[in-house]
């Protein structure tokens, strides 16, 4: 089971790497670097299930028989663009949140709001 | 042309957002979206009309023949939600150009409305599309421009709460892609046809399982069912009312669309209510949100946290409806996404008249004005009896037809659950109506006369001051809905029927 399936076990343990990272920081540019994780290993489960055995490159080619399946790699490629805008905006959020409270920690800016409410 | 119908609906907001983002004057950014909802509105129209009777429109994209192409489906299951999308957004764009002018940096309100258009077009997509990963795309794309049109409201809170969103509602669709590249790994399609042929051969298969439970927890995220419905609150309060409203009234009632095409007609009825506990799951979250949801709103300081709130137990119940399985269960819920998408509509477009005319939407700036803004708090009135779900309002007939359904399949409990959230919504709603007809009005004594009002507003600028009129065009938006709310109650046929249609076509007739 690990053996013939080890891509699988090595991508769901990136994946619950990039999870936890998610959640256990509290800075908002870490979280994005575990969203980036999380997302990536998912891209790689993609392209790993396109792999056939003995399959070369999806190019017709003379002489070749066996194709690996393109399909995954180009819905990868649209997960791709989809992960770098997620990316983007987060990072343009967490840009602007340091603006407005001078902070990326969530729990700072949070006590922040919270401190702010009480003196008014 | 009609056959283009399914393309279009799609089309037509996506090209006017990349026209919206090059054009330099935001009033003609809003005459582009306003141009893009009525159309949408007109294709959502004449799609419900050709599929009255049960007929399937297929579209392919391209000219790629399906499996192959991503095909667009249109059949009655979905043309409801469409037509919802649509009428929300003539609403929007009706109320939201003033709303945004005076809420949005003049800078920024073109590509406020370049936003709003993607939002639209993503969550017409999901609507519209036959082909799952299609559907995770449109579904990024309904939330990245949700993101960004949270992050504009008017508080700093408001970046934290869209971020807050972006990092749940990013794993949530992640969850979505995971479901369904398992589903493709066994299956080899991606069409939502192709997959439903071939996963009953499957049935026992783990990926298939891994793929229903992966699939339906993404899609829970962006439902905000309760256990995770932590961006909600935040999403809904702080973004600006315009967004609150297209969100509140049509964002999560596509993604609950999306969960009962996948549990019915793309994994089938057997794999996902017999085979897995996937029903009683549902029940199970539905209930504890019902309750959870209008206990919170209770305690709610802030109107707009209140109905989010609120939203949150009404999701439940939706979903109860679907966690059902049966025809009238779907039927139920399918009604009240309609029946809600114009209660809330018109609570949130209420909400925003406040912060217009009080800038701010706390209940203690509310308090007395009852009698000088009767047309807004007439809305409120109506928009919270219909979520407590008193006659003749629309919120009354769909919660009959869940409570029948319930009592169809034998769980009381549930009823009882019903009931009690009915009450706990009679509470906050009560609060609401308390707050603003029979207090009296902050800084004031009762009863001034507008120049004294107007001495002490100026001698303590802390004081709420009234500014006198609504913009018609804002106006009329929230009068049209708490009208329609209290029509559909009194003749439930139109939304009835179109329940009835959706629910006929997602359980194939085979259910009692």
Redesign the interface.
């Known amino acids: 089971m690990i053996a013939t399936h080890y891509t699988y076990w090595i991508i769901f343990a990136l994946m619950m790497i990039g ?1 936890y990272a ?1 959640m256990s920081h509290g800075n ?1 540019v870490k ?2 670097i575990g ?1 980036n994780v ?2 990536v290993a ?1 891209f790689m ?2 392209i790993s ?1 396109g792999r056939v055995d003995e399959g070369s490159p999806p190019i017709i080619t003379e002489g070749i028989e066996v194709y690996s399946h393109p399909l ?1 790699h180009v ?1 990868i490629l ?2 791709i663009v ?1 992960g770098v ?2 990316t983007s ?2 990072v343009a ?2 840009i ?2 340091f603006e ?2 001078g902070t990326v920690e ?1 729990d700072d ?2 006590a922040r ?1 919270v401190a702010e409410e009480a003196a008014e | 042309m009609i056959d283009q119908l399914p393309a279009l609906q799609v089309v037509v907001p996506l090209v006017c957002a990349a026209v919206c983002v090059l054009l330099r004057s935001a009033f003609a950014a809003w005459l582009l979206f306003t141009v893009a909802a009525v159309a949408s509105l007109v294709t959502a129209v004449v799609l419900t009309v050709l599929v009255r009777d049960g007929e399937t429109i297929g579209y392919d994209m391209g000219g790629w023949p399906a499996p192959v192409g991503i095909e667009l489906v249109v059949d009655q299951a979905n043309a409801v939600v469409l037509l919802l999308l649509g009428v929300i957004a003539v609403i929007v764009a009706s109320y939201g150009r003033r709303s945004i002018e005076a809420e949005i940096r003049p800078r920024r309100v073109r590509m406020f409305y370049a936003a709003l258009c993607m939002l639209l077009t993503g969550l017409m997509g999901i609507a519209v599309t036959g082909d799952a ?1 299609n559907l ?2 449109f579904l ?1 794309i309904s939330s ?1 421009s949700s ?2 049109l949270i ?1 504009l409201g008017r508080r ?2 408001a ?2 709460a ?3 969103y ?2 749940i509602g ?2 949530g ?2 969850f979505l ?2 479901g369904v ?1 398992l589903a ?2 066994v299956t080899g399609t ?1 069409n939502m046809t192709d997959l439903a042929d071939r996963l009953p051969a499957l049935e026992g298969n783990r990926a298939v399982t891994g793929s229903v439970v992966f699939i339906f927890v993404g899609l829970a995220i962006k439902m905000a069912v309760f256990p995770l419905h932590a961006w909600l609150p935040g999403a809904y309060s702080e973004a600006p009312s315009v967004v609150s409203v297209v969100l509140a009234a049509v964002g999560t009632k596509v993604a609950i669309y999306a969960f009962a095409r996948f549990a019915f007609t793309v994994f089938g009825i057997d794999v996902v209510f017999t085979d897995l506990p996937i029903g009683q799951a549902i029940l199970v979250v539905g209930s504890l949100a019902m309750l959870a949801g209008a206990a919170v709103a209770c305690f709610q300081q802030d109107f707009k946290r209140l109905l989010a709130w609120s939203s949150i137990g009404q999701v439940g119940m939706i979903v109860t409806g679907i966690g059902l399985a049966t025809a009238g269960g779907v039927s139920a819920a399918y009604l009240h996404i309609i029946n809600h998408a114009i209660i809330k509509g018109a609570l949130f477009a209420a909400a925003g008249i406040l912060l217009l005319n009080l800038g701010s939407t706390s209940l203690d700036s509310m308090a007395g004005l009852g009698r000088r803004m009767p047309l807004t708090f007439g809305a409120v009135v109506i928009g919270g009896l219909g979520l407590i779900g008193v006659p003749p309002t629309a919120g009354f007939a769909s919660k009959w037809a869940l409570a029948a359904a319930l009592v169809e399949d034998d769980q009381w409990l549930i009823l009882a659950i019903l009931l009690a959230s009915s009450l706990l919504a009679m509470v906050y709603v009560g609060r609401v109506i308390e707050v603003a007809w029979f207090r009296s009005p902050a800084g004031v004594d009762a009863a001034p006369s507008p120049a004294a009002e107007h001495a002490a507003a100026a001698a303590n600028p802390g004081t709420v001051r009234v500014r006198e009129g609504t913009p018609l065009l804002m106006a009329a938006p929230v009068a049209l809905l708490a009208v329609a709310s209290v029509y559909f109650g009194i003749d439930a046929s139109l939304p009835s029927g179109l329940a009835d249609g959706a629910a006929r076509v997602l359980t194939g007739g085979g259910l009692p």
């Open positions: 999870l998610v908002l979280k994005l969203l999380f997302q998912v489960f993609f299930l995954p819905l649209t997960a989809v805008a997620t905006v987060g959020l967490a602007r949140i407005a409270y969530e800016a949070l709001d | 990963f995770f795309v990024e990245l993101y960004a992050a700093r809170r970046l934290l869209a971020f807050q972006l990092v990013t794993v669709g992640t892609l995971i590249g493709f790994a991606l």
